[in-house]
């Protein structure tokens, strides 16, 4: 099978494609060092499906459709980006959404979890150490209370992170493809934030099926190295394994570590520094628990001469916007708003 023949599984149209590739003059101009940086509009997805994690849910949410699911479960922090795409996927396609919240019930809400619950979705909360040692525990059983009362849920893993989410991004590079094209670049370095690994994983066999002149890395916001090589690699076999007939393929996956900081969610100053830098440099806004450390990461590599053998480096916004609000203590804006 030749990469043009791969035949993409059905998907809903929930996402505003393609998204707009940007160039960043001014953002060139201050870390490129000589590279010309770009930017891949994907928090233009939509306004509250925005960001990365819509892509894998045309994807899943047709899987859903078809399989007579009428309920997605899914999981993540209390400001997860993907719940919130999720709720809203469900509520848009008439499909009941249930999400398990790791952390203890905010009082008020805010950010996505406020999302989540205009969007009408059910909202279970649990304690942290609740949530590590019994996630898959909690959706079977969820799972087994929707069958006992005539219903059936779909279970959708952190970040909508597998191999039937992987096609999100896959399919992706026919739109990077072209955008090489009318831009008219010949080769470039791809860097996006890595979460639950399936962005990564997407794009990554993405490039390899369609022989794009891209080098993708992520950019660890959690965990480390290790863990984003293992993950990208079992999403890229369970994808082999649930589609059968697939090219062969043997994605060599890359992470620059050494950005996440103190962990999933906490940004240092530094972080909190380049956004509001970023903001006012190209009206560019980027989120503190992802994009922000993704882009840190990349100037901090492209200053250690990371990149120096191509001159374009295209930065994925994968969006989450609303984790700007919670954490808008993070910003010092000294004596500018006086
Ligand atoms: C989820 C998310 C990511 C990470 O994507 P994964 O596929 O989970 O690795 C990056 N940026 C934003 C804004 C996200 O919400």
Known sequence: MSMTDLRLPRRVELARRPTPLQYLARASERWGRGHRLWVKRDDLTGCLLSGNKVRKLEFIAAHAIDHGYDTL?????????????????????????????????????????????????????????????????????????????????????????????????????????????????????????????????????????????????????????????????????????????????????????????????????EVFALIAELAALEGLLLDPVYTGKAFLGMTRELAAGRFDDCGDIIFLHTGGVFGVFPQGQGFDFGEQGQ
Not at 80 to 99: D, E, I, P, Y
Not at 193 to 200: K, M, P, R, Y
Not at 235 to 253: E, I, K, S, T, Y
């Open 73 to 269: 479960i899914t999981c993540g922090g209390l400001q997860s980006n993907h719940c919130r795409a999720t709720a809203f996927a469900g509520a848009q396609l008439g499909l009941g959404v249930h999400l398990l919240l790791r952390g203890e019930r905010p009082q008020q809400g805010e950010g996505n979890y406020l999302l989540d619950q205009l969007a009408g979705a059910r909202i279970s909360c649990y304690p942290k150490h609740q949530y590590i040692e019994q996630l898959p525990q909690l959706f079977a059983d969820w799972q087994a209370h929707y069958q006992a009362t005539g219903r059936k849920a779909l279970a959708i893993p952190t970040g909508g992170s597998d191999g039937l989410g992987a096609w999100g991004y896959i399919a992706a590079c026919e739109e990077l493809e072209s955008d090489l094209q009318e831009a008219g670049i010949d080769r470039a370095h791809l860097i996006t934030a890595s979460g639950s690994g399936g962005t990564q994983a997407g794009l990554t066999l993405g490039v390899e099926l369609r022989g794009l002149p891209l080098t993708v890395w992520g950019v660890n916001v959690c965990d480390d190295e290790q863990y984003f090589l293992d993950k990208v690699a079992a999403d890229a076999a369970d994808w082999q394994a649930r589609f059968p007939g697939l090219p062969a393929v043997h994605p060599a996956p890359r992470v620059l570590d050494g950005h996440a900081g103190a962990g999933y969610g906490v940004a240092g100053p």
